[in-house]
C-alpha cells in the first residue's frame, strides 16, 4: 500500500482498547494443484465484550481466520504464510503447540456450524463439558460435575442431572448447541469465536439460540466473533460488521453503515438478495451474478470487479486499499474514494439511508 | 438388556443344538467306523457296539447323546479305553487357551497400537512401515509364518526353543507365530477406522477445548475408532482359535488342536462330537460377549429396547 489519497488506511496499529488484532493475516492452504489463497490479508479488532459480525458467502475465508485464531488449521496442507494475531498484546503466533493449548476453550473458545456432529458420541454429554473444566481449572472429577450441571441450567436445558449423562444421540441440534455453547463457556473466556453457530438450526431455535448467546456475552463481558451467511443474524446480534469477500475484507462498519450506508457493491448485493416478506411482487430470489474469483491465481485487481455492475478500469488494474468512509465505516472500494467524481458512483452509494425497495 | 441377552442365550442354545445334531449324523455318514480294524472280531465288535451302546438305534443313540451334554457329560473316547471325552478336553484345552489368549492379547495390543500409529502419521515413513507389516501378516498364512520364525530364531539363531510348552521362552514363537494375521488385521481396520475418525467435527471440538494431542487420541478418537475392531472380534477369535490346530501341531504344544484332529481321523465318535461341541459352546459365547460389549462402547446402538428421542427438547 503505497498510494496515500486523502482517506485511506494504512496498515492501521493495534487499537488501543482491542482484545484481539490480526494484522495482514495470509493464510495459503497447499494443494496438488498449487497454494490456495484463502486469506490474503485481513486486519481485524475486537475489543473487549464486543460483538462483531464476520459476513460473506461460502470460501470468502471467514471460517479459515477464525480457525487460524486458534490454530486449528490441518497442519499437513495449510499455512499461515504471514501477518499477526495479537491477543492480549501477545502474537499468537509465536505461541507453540502447548501454549496454545491453555489458551484453547479457556481464554478463547469456538462453536462450529453443526451440533450434529461436533459432539462426540461416545462420551456423555456432562463429561464433555467436565472435560474442560478439568483441563483449564484443574477441579477434581465431583466437583467438575457440580459445575457442569450448574452449567446445563444455565445454557437452558431442563432436567441438568439427567442430561449429565446422557449421550449426545439423545439430545435435539438446539440442545447440542446449548451444550456446545456450556463448552465453549464454562472457563468464562475472553473471546468466542461462533462459527455459524445457527446455520444448521431452524429458525425458531436459532433465536433461542442467539438469546442465550446475548445473554452469556453480557454476563460474562466476552467478546465474540460471530461468523455468519445470515445478514438477519448479524442484525440480532453484532454492533459491527466485517464483509468478507474472496479472503479479504471488503467493508467495514457499524450494523448500522452497513446495512443503511453500504459502500461496497459486494455488500449492497448481500443486502440485495436478502429475501423480504413484504416484498409483492412475485419474483425469483436475486443473486449477485457470476462466482467468485480462483484463488489459486487471484486476480490484480479488485477480486469482485469481474461480477461488479460498476466496475471502471481502475478497478480491473488495482486491487483498492480500505478507504475511510466516517467513523469506523471504511470500504475497499475505488468508487468509495473521497475524490472519485460523484458521477461513476451508483445512486444507493449516495444514498444517506438506503431502502432496498427503492433500487429494485 | 436383560431380555436382549435372555434372547441371545435361547438362540446361543439353539445354535448349539443346531451344530451338534449335525456333527452327529455327519460322523456316522463317514465311511468305517471306530472298530474298523482287521483284528476285532465280529463277536468282539458286537460286544463292544453293546457296551458303547451303539447296537441301539441311530435315534436312540441321538438322544441318550444329548441327555448326557445336559448333565454336562461327553461321553468316553472310542478308542482309548478308560479316557473320558470331559478329562481329555480338561487336560489339553488349558494349553489351547493359554496359547490362543496370549496370541489374541498380543495381536489386539500390537496391532491397536500400530494402526493408531499409522493414522496419526498417515502418509508418513512410520504408516509405510505399519501398512507393510500389515500386508505381509494378511497374506502369509500362519503355518509359513511359524515354520520361518523356528526356521531363523530356533535353527538359525538358535536363540528361542523349537517346539513344546515349558515355560516363557517356549511361548514367544508360537504366539507370534499364531497372532500375525490377526495383529495384522486389526492394524489395517484400526488405521482405516481412525483415519475416518481424525477428520470427524468433534475432533477438532476436543482440540478446540484445549486437550493435548494424546489427550484428542485416547479419549476421543480410539473410542470411536475401536468399533469395527469389536466387530471383527468374534471371527478373529475364531481364526485364532482355529489357528492353534497348526501351530500346535508345529511346536509339539500338548493342546486340543491335536487330540481334535486324531479323532477325526480315528473316528472317534464320542471324541469328535465333544470337541465340537465345546469349540461351539466357546465361540458362541464369544460372540454373545461381543455383542454385548458393542452396546457398552457405542451408547448409539441401544440393544433391542426401542429408543427414547429426547422429547423434551427446545421444541416443546
Redesign the interface.
Known sequence: MTETKPNEMTGTPAAEDALLSIRDLHVEFKTYGGSIRAVRGVDLDVAAGECIAVVGESGCGKSVTAKSI?Q?LPS?NSEVTGGQIIFDNVDLLQYN??E???????KI??I?Q?PM???????TVGRQIA??LI??QHLSREEARKKTIEYLAMVGI??PEKRYK??P????G??RQRV?IA?AMCCNPRLLLADEPTTALDV??QA?ILDLMRGLQQQFNTAIILITHDLGVVANMARRVLVFYAGKVVEEGMADDIFYRPRHPYTWGLIKSMPRLNSEKKEDLVSIEGTPPDLFAPPKGCAFAARCDHAIQLCLEKDPPMFNIEGRHCAACWLAMENMPDALRPAWMKAEKVNVEDFD | MPKYILKRCIIAVFTLLVLITIIFFLVRLLPGDPFNDPKVTDEVRARLEAYYGMDKPLIQQYFAYLGNLLKGDFGVSLIYTGRSVNSTIAQTFPYSADLGLRALGLALVVGLILGTLAAQKAGRVIDYVCVLVAIIGVSMPDFIIGALLKLIFAIKLRVLPAGLWNGFSYTILPVVALSFYTLALITRLMRSSMLEVIHQDYILTAKAKGLSNFQVIWRHQIRNSILPIVTVMGPLVAAVLTGTFVIESMYAIPGMGKFYVESVHDLDYTMVLGMTAFYGIFLVSANLVVDILYGIVDPRIKLAESKQKADDGEEG
Do not use: C, W
Open positions: 486458534l486449528l499437513h503447540d502447548r496454545m493449548q491453555k489458551l484453547r476453550g479457556n473458545s469456538m462450529f453443526d456432529t461436533s459432539l462426540n458420541p461416545t462420551m472435560e474442560v483441563k483449564h431442563a432436567n446422557e449421550y444421540d439423545r439430545l435435539s438446539g440442545m456446545m463448552i425458531t431455535i433461542q
